[in-house]
Every structure is written in structure tokens, then in C-alpha cells.
């Protein structure tokens, strides 16, 4: 098993900054790679951005060029620096620690619990 544990959420102004970090304990052999999920009220969840632990990372359309991922795989922990924030932006934001393609375990996602993000105008 793994618990992951989200902090750094808020409430700012459009245009600001926050920085969201994930510590992930626990069983955490051969997790392939970690990120950040969202949902906004009424919406469905939807994925934010990913890193590998080879480094490789991905981003959602809406956040490119603003969200940055970063990982300190000696602490297991991933960050989630996110720029120039719009009201848009608002939503609970969900760490994901995922394990696929590891042999002798089968493929899982682990999540936390979630941090509150919320952008005003």
C-alpha cells in the first residue's frame, strides 16, 4: 500500500502562485510515475500533469507554460508549481502515484486525498 499526502493548497487571486507537494509512503517499489489530477465542482476529474522517474513529463493543454512538475525521488515526493493562476484553475487537486508494468505486482493507482486550490477573479 501507498499513502500519499498532499499539502500546499489555498485560496489566492488570479494571477498569483501556489506550490503543491505529494509525499508518497509506504510500499513504493517500482511506482512508474506520479502527478496531479483535478476537479472542478460539478466536472469530472481530469489530469493535470505527470512526471516518469526517468523525469519525463507530460501536461494538460490548459497548464502548459504555466504549471511546472518536479520530483525529489530520494524523498518520494512530487511538486507542483503553478503560475499565473486563473479562476479556472479552481478545483481539488488529487496526487495519483501510479504502478504499471512492474513485474510480480499488478498495475495500480494510489491517491491522496486531495487539496483544496481556489482562484477569485
Known amino acids: 500500500q501507498v499513502h500519499l499526502v498532499e499539502s500546499g493548497g489555498g485560496l489566492v487571486q488570479a494571477g498569483d502562485s501556489l506550490r503543491l507537494s505529494c509525499t508518497a509512503s509506504g510500499h513504493t517499489i517500482c511506482i512508474s510515475h506520479m502527478g496531479w489530477f483535478r476537479q472542478a465542482p460539478g466536472k469530472e476529474r481530469e489530469l493535470v500533469t505527470t512526471?516518469?522517474?526517468?523525469?519525463?513529463?507530460y501536461y494538460a493543454d490548459s497548464v502548459k507554460g504555466r504549471f511546472t512538475i518536479s520530483a525529489d525521488n530520494a524523498k518520494n515526493t512530487v511538486y507542483l508549481q503553478m503560475n499565473n493562476l486563473k479562476p479556472e484553475d479552481t478545483a481539488d487537486y488529487y496526487c495519483?502515484?501510479?504502478?504499471?508494468?512492474?513485474?510480480?505486482?499488478?498495475?495500480?493507482?494510489?491517491w491522496g486525498d486531495g487539496t483544496q486550490v481556489t482562484v477569485s477573479t
Open positions: 512526471i516518469t522517474k526517468n523525469g519525463e513529463t
Open positions: 495519483n502515484a501510479a504502478r504499471y508494468g512492474c513485474a510480480g505486482f499488478a498495475d495500480v493507482d494510489y
